[in-house]
């Protein structure tokens, strides 16, 4: 079986090349205009993949072989919930899979409820032009966090580290596509809510509306919001103002502005 360090590379190649589709689309069919130059543009996604490269290397450095020994752990001792149901092959694993999903949901929401992990998130949401890279712009401390939590949380429900793996690569192009510039014919996109997060739902999440801010949390199943009572549409989704107020200074966009988001009032 290939290493830690490979699929870590395997995956990172996956993301880049499913980012590059989904930016030349955002060239081609962009849902609304957005920049006011190319090198505007440019600028925006610089930053946030230079953010996003740098969360990737940190995560594969110090959390993606404490995740697998864990995983092995947990396994070895029969630990979580997948190992509990093993006379019944794929549906323990599917279980931990949805808590998992579950998880990122609730772990979101908690984001914007407790005031200090909102001043590391609100890093997320200052972007006012949300593009295929914002699914890049998490500020470190939250991915330190998330890391971290993450560690009990394989160990209880007994996901593999390639599992775990598998979930990340869907979750991440789910991310990638639902904060990218582009828009589904709306009988589509409600076809595709059914069971994902789409544009159309993750938009309403990054408006600079509180009440719509506080609404679809859900990161991969759009069941979520549903179930836990978040979720919310708009009819006019290209008329979404992105971003948060007082973030919008040059001074807060740049990349050291950003860093300390968390820091200033
Ligand atoms: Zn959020
Ligand atoms: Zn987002």
Do not use: C
């Amino acid at each position: 079986m290939p290493g830690v360090a490979e699929l870590m590379r395997w995956r990172g190649l996956a993301s880049v090349l499913w980012l590059a589709a989904l930016l030349a689309f955002e060239s081609a069919r962009p849902a609304k205009p957005l920049f006011a130059s190319v090198r505007v543009r440019f600028a925006h996604g610089f930053r946030n993949i230079a953010l996003g490269s740098s969360n990737a290397i940190l995560t594969a450095l110090l959390f993606a072989t404490a995740w697998k020994a864990t995983a092995d752990w947990s396994s070895i001792n029969a630990f979580g919930l997948a190992h509990r149901v093993e006379n019944m092959p794929g549906v323990g694993t599917a279980a931990a899979l949805l808590l998992f999903d579950a998880w990122t949901y609730g772990w979101h929401r908690l984001n914007h409820r407790i005031p200090l992990l909102w001043r590391f998130h609100r890093m997320h949401h200052s972007d006012s032009e949300m593009d295929a890279t914002t699914a890049n712009r998490f500020h470190p401390g939250e991915i330190v966090l998330s890391s971290l939590l993450r560690l009990p949380l394989i160990a209880l429900l007994g996901l593999e580290f390639l599992e775990l793996l598998a979930y990340e690569t869907v979750l991440l192009a789910v991310v990638q596509w639902h904060h990218s510039n582009l828009m589904l014919p709306p009988s589509i996109d409600r076809l595709f809510r059914v069971l994902v997060v789409t544009p159309a739902m993750h938009k309403v999440h990054h408006s600079r509306m509180a009440i719509e801010t506080n609404s679809d949390y859900s990161a991969l199943l759009s069941v979520w919001d549903r179930l836990f009572r978040s979720f919310r549409l708009r009819d006019d989704p290209r008329a979404i103002r992105f971003g948060l107020e007082g973030f919008d200074a040059p001074s807060r966009q740049s990349l050291a502005g950003l860093l300390i988001t968390p820091f200033k009032d």
